[in-house]
């Protein structure tokens, strides 16, 4: 199999798995070089994880071999990374979200187009057995004429885990923009593109304290807004509710996803996984049945999404996390800001076909 060669920009927290599973689980890509502009971070990767080469951001931009940037940076930073890279000749796959604005991830997206390169945002835990589990069941009518649904991403917040939450409360991230693509992918490949949205957010603190123990003590400015809720008007007609928080420190019991229909209910696992259980509710029964996972990749599968991208650009096809599908996500969730602002509904105007099913 003809592996190609990564390098990985940001060596932080969620650089290990991706680390794990190239080369390992996806034999068809291997990471070859990494840099970040902590050089420690780095080299600590590289010992870990058996990589030879250390380089600057440029240096790695120079390697012919490498064909794609695995960019891991924080959310601020993946603009410019991704167009250094599409502009030295690599296809990207970047960490949510896409891009900060809407108008950056158009420009990424045609600046793509035109070096005939490819670009693609994570996640791509939708293509998990969970998920392809629910499309399946979607695919073939288990629910009917879907309605809608209503989506929840319910939880106090990251500085008590994380050990460099900062970036969380800065621009880029907030509930929405941090876990609203794990959401918002999933529910696109489900329900198909979004047609206009409505939103209402706030920021209930203006300061959070780190109780990681790293940084423990530590205030942090809040610069987004850390509560958010949407009504997401989707091409089929079907309407879903989208609550995304940092501010519900007692946690919720509502699951993570559902989906009605008018034969059943479907409770889609949480998007954040790749395996957790799916759950159908037929029409006239008083319990929910558990389905069985129908498909690969039930454990934790990040590198699936850039593995899909490499076999793409080889079989020249469009990857299942495509361009399209991260610039329509990065429009609903700057829309659902826009909304709040505005106190009006915003129409969706890039087109967003469903990721081929697996």
Request: hydrophobic fraction near 40%; charge should be negative.
């Amino acid at each position: 199999m003809e592996k190609t060669k990564i390098g990985l920009v940001g060596c932080g927290n969620i650089s290990g798995i991706y680390l794990q599973n190239c080369g390992k689980m996806f034999r068809n890509l291997e990471i070859v070089a990494v840099a970040d502009q902590v050089i420690e971070k780095a080299e600590a990767r590289a010992k870990e994880f058996g990589i030879a080469r250390i380089l600057s951001v440029e240096e790695m931009l120079a390697e012919s071999d490498i064909k794609i940037i695995l960019n891991l940076t924080i959310p601020k930073s993946h603009y410019q990374v991704s167009k250094a890279a599409l502009l030295a000749g690599k296809s990207v796959y970047v960490e949510k979200p896409l891009a900060l604005t809407l108008v950056e991830g158009e420009e990424l997206a045609q600046l793509a187009e035109e070096k005939g390169l490819r670009i693609a945002s994570a996640p791509d835990t939708f293509l998990g057995a969970g998920i392809q589990t629910c499309r399946k069941l979607i695919d073939d009518g288990w629910l009917g004429d879907i309605t809608g649904g209503a989506a929840f991403m319910l939880c106090g917040g990251h500085e008590s885990w994380h050990p460099d939450p900062e970036f969380y409360y800065q621009a880029g991230g907030g509930p929405l923009f941090d876990m609203g693509p794990y959401y918002l992918h999933a529910l696109i490949n489900l329900l198909g593109a979004v047609s206009r949205v409505s939103g209402s957010v706030r920021a209930s603190q203006a300061e959070r304290t780190i109780t990681s123990s790293a940084k423990y003590g530590k205030i942090i400015p809040v610069e987004v807004a850390t509560h958010t809720t949407a009504i997401l008007d989707f091409e089929s007609k079907a309407i879903v509710t989208l609550v995304t928080s940092f501010d519900v420190p007692g946690g919720s019991t509502c699951n993570p996803i559902e989906i009605w229909g008018s034969k059943g209910s479907l409770q889609v696992p949480d998007p954040n996984t790749f395996g957790a259980p799916v759950r159908f509710r037929k029409k006239g029964s008083p319990d929910w049945s558990e389905i069985p996972l129908l498909f690969d990749n039930a454990e934790n599968s990040r590198g699936l999404g850039l593995s899909d991208l490499a076999q793409a650009i080889q079989a020249k096809r469009v990857p299942r996390v495509s361009k399209e599908l991260g610039l329509h996500c990065l429009e609903i969730m700057t829309g659902i800001l826009q909304s709040s602002d505005n106190g009006s509904p915003v129409m969706m105007k890039h087109p967003c076909s469903r990721p081929q099913a697996l």
